[in-house]
C-alpha cells in the first residue's frame, strides 16, 4: 500500500485553528496527502480561511457535508470524495497529533495494520487542556472500558484515527450525530470486526490557538454512555466467542 493520506478535517467556526493546522501539515509532512475540509453550513467561518489556503495549496479540497449535521456525517462526505486509501480523521484544534502522522502511517503500510487509533493515556500519551470534567470522564471511562472489555485501544473515544478507507466503509454505525461519540463507536466495532488494530501516544492540548469548545455535558455523557454499555454487551459476546474458537 502506499503511503498516501487523505486527511479529513471537519470544521465547525474553527478560524482560529484551520490556518494553523494547514500549515503545520505541509511544514511537517513527507509523504503525499490531500486535505479535505468538510463543512456543514455555509455561514461556517471556516470557509473564507479554507478557500485562501485552497488557493495557495493544490492539495486542499473543500467540502459541503450533505449529509446532516454532525462531525461524523462530515467525515463520511469526505471519505465519500478522498482520493487515497489511507484515511485520517483529526480534529482542527487538535495540532501537537501531527508530530505522530508519520508513525501512524507506517504501521499501515509496513505492518499492516487496518486501523490505529491516537491514544492519550498509554505508552506515553498525554492529554492537556480542555474541559475538566470532559477530560476526567474520557480517561476513566476509557480505562475501565479497556480494563472490562480487554479491548486493545486505550483511548477508543479519540477523534484521531487512521485507517484503510475499506474499513470505514464497512462499519454500519448506530450512534446519533452527537459530538465525537462516533469514534468510540468506531473503535469498538472495528475490534469486533475482527481487523488488525492498535494504537500509538499522542500529546493532545485542546484549543490551544482558540475558538469554542462543542462539547456539552449531558447529551454527550449519554450517547457515550449508551456507546459504553453497548459496547461491554458486544465484548461480552465477542469474548466468548474467541475462547470458544480456541478450544474448538
Given at each position: 500500500?502506499?503511503?498516501?493520506?487523505?486527511?479529513?478535517?471537519?470544521?465547525?467556526?474553527?478560524?482560529?485553528?484551520?490556518?494553523?493546522?494547514?500549515?503545520?501539515?505541509?511544514?511537517?509532512?513527507?509523504?503525499?496527502?490531500?486535505?479535505?475540509?468538510?463543512?456543514?453550513?455555509?455561514?461556517?467561518?471556516?470557509?473564507?480561511?479554507?478557500?485562501?489556503?485552497?488557493?495557495?495549496?493544490?492539495?486542499?479540497?473543500?467540502?459541503?457535508?450533505?449529509?446532516?449535521?454532525?462531525?461524523?456525517?462530515?467525515?463520511?462526505?469526505?471519505?465519500?470524495?478522498?482520493?487515497?486509501?489511507?484515511?485520517?480523521?483529526?480534529?482542527?484544534?487538535?495540532?501537537?497529533?501531527?508530530?505522530?502522522?508519520?508513525?501512524?502511517?507506517?504501521?499501515?503500510?509496513?505492518?499492516?495494520?487496518?486501523?490505529v487509533s491516537g491514544t492519550r493515556y498509554s505508552k506515553g500519551g498525554l492529554r492537556l487542556g480542555g474541559s475538566f470534567l470532559g477530560g476526567f470522564l474520557s480517561k476513566f471511562g476509557n480505562k475501565?472500558?479497556?480494563?472490562?472489555?480487554?479491548?486493545?485501544?486505550?483511548?477508543?473515544?479519540?477523534?484521531?484515527?487512521?485507517?484503510?478507507?475499506?474499513?470505514?466503509?464497512?462499519?454500519?454505525?448506530?450512534?446519533?450525530?452527537?459530538?465525537?461519540?462516533?469514534?468510540?463507536?468506531?473503535?469498538?466495532?472495528?475490534?469486533?470486526?475482527?481487523?488488525?488494530?492498535?494504537?500509538?501516544?499522542?500529546?493532545?492540548?485542546?484549543?490551544?490557538?482558540?475558538?469554542?469548545?462543542?462539547?456539552?455535558?449531558?447529551?454527550?455523557?449519554?450517547?457515550?454512555?449508551?456507546?459504553?454499555?453497548?459496547?461491554?454487551?458486544?465484548?461480552?459476546?465477542?469474548?466468548?466467542?474467541?475462547?470458544?474458537?480456541?478450544?474448538?
Amino acid at each position: 500500500m502506499e503511503r498516501k493520506l487523505s486527511i479529513i478535517l471537519p470544521v465547525c467556526n474553527e478560524k482560529e485553528s484551520l490556518e494553523v493546522m494547514v500549515r503545520l501539515l505541509h511544514s511537517t509532512l513527507k509523504l503525499t496527502f490531500e486535505i479535505l475540509i468538510v463543512h456543514d453550513t455555509l455561514e461556517d467561518n471556516s470557509i473564507p480561511i479554507a478557500n485562501l489556503l485552497s488557493k495557495e495549496f493544490s492539495n486542499i479540497k473543500l467540502v459541503h457535508n450533505k449529509k446532516g449535521r454532525g462531525v461524523k456525517n462530515a467525515i463520511d462526505s469526505g471519505i465519500e470524495v478522498s482520493s487515497y486509501n489511507i484515511i485520517l480523521i483529526n480534529a482542527v484544534d487538535e495540532i501537537f497529533p501531527i508530530i505522530a502522522i508519520e508513525n501512524m502511517i507506517n504501521l499501515i503500510v509496513e505492518k499492516n495494520y487496518d486501523f490505529v487509533s491516537g491514544t492519550r493515556y498509554s505508552k506515553g500519551g498525554l492529554r492537556l487542556g480542555g474541559s475538566f470534567l470532559g477530560g476526567f470522564l474520557s480517561k476513566f471511562g476509557n480505562k475501565l472500558f479497556q480494563f472490562l472489555t480487554n479491548i486493545p485501544l486505550s483511548d477508543c473515544t479519540t477523534g484521531i484515527k487512521m485507517m484503510k478507507k475499506c474499513v470505514w466503509n464497512k462499519v454500519n454505525f448506530t450512534s446519533k450525530p452527537i459530538g465525537w461519540a462516533f469514534s468510540f463507536e468506531l473503535s469498538i466495532r472495528v475490534w469486533l470486526l475482527s481487523y488488525k488494530i492498535t494504537d500509538f501516544p499522542l500529546k493532545s492540548v485542546d484549543r490551544l490557538f482558540g475558538g469554542s469548545s462543542t462539547f456539552k455535558p449531558i447529551p454527550w455523557i449519554l450517547e457515550y454512555g449508551k456507546c459504553f454499555i453497548w459496547g461491554l454487551k458486544k465484548a461480552k459476546i465477542f469474548n466468548i466467542k474467541k475462547i470458544n474458537d480456541k478450544k474448538n
